[in-house]
């Protein structure tokens, strides 16, 4: 599923601790800036973190990357 937020709505939800937002970026990319209580999945390691680090299955989650390409490409790849 692809979707977008707006930045209010994704403020409100982080407020209210009812998202998850992971950071595909490279750690460097990371470590440089983030949003707060966000995650960082790098892209070649989402298949290994991912059952790890987001075990709620239905929980509603928000990626973020500088390439969108790139994340949909890895997220929505089964």
Do not use: F, G
């Amino acid at each position: 599923m692809e979707a977008t937020i707006t930045t209010d709505d994704l403020k409100s939800k982080l407020d209210h601790k009812e998202i998850m937002v992971v950071e595909t970026l490279a750690p460097e990319r990371y470590r440089e800036a983030h949003i707060p209580s966000a995650i960082n999945i790098p892209p070649e390691k989402i298949k290994e973190l991912a059952p790890k680090l987001l075990p709620v299955k239905d929980a509603e989650i928000v990626t973020y990357c500088s390439n969108t390409h790139l994340t949909r490409q890895r997220i929505l790849r089964p």
